[in-house]
């Protein structure tokens, strides 16, 4: 359903584009909670979403993956 409508918007996908032995830079949103007191991730849910979905599918290609993630945090709050 997702590749029809991404082809119907005129989107690429990964069956798109040859990405063996490139360097592609992947965008991902971890925002994870995090412990305020220990620092450690609570919940990493959304970290396992994308390295089973999009991430392994790169390293399936043969391409050399490089993550570029944001970690959001309330305004005046510490890490």
């Known amino acids: 359903m ?4 991404s082809k119907n918007l005129g989107i690429k ?4 584009v040859q990405v063996e032995n490139k360097t ?12 305020p007191a220990t620092g450690k991730i609570l919940d ?4 396992r979403m ?16 490089v993550l570029m993630a944001h970690q959001g945090k309330k305004a005046h709050q510490t890490l």
């Open 2 to 5: 997702v590749k029809n409508v």
């Open 13 to 16: 996908t990964l069956d798109d």
């Open 24 to 35: 592609v830079l992947v965008r991902v949103d971890f925002n994870s909670p995090i412990d």
């Open 44 to 47: 990493d849910s959304r970290i």
């Open 50 to 65: 994308h390295a089973e979905k999009t991430i392994r599918e790169l390293v399936n290609k043969k391409a050399k993956t």
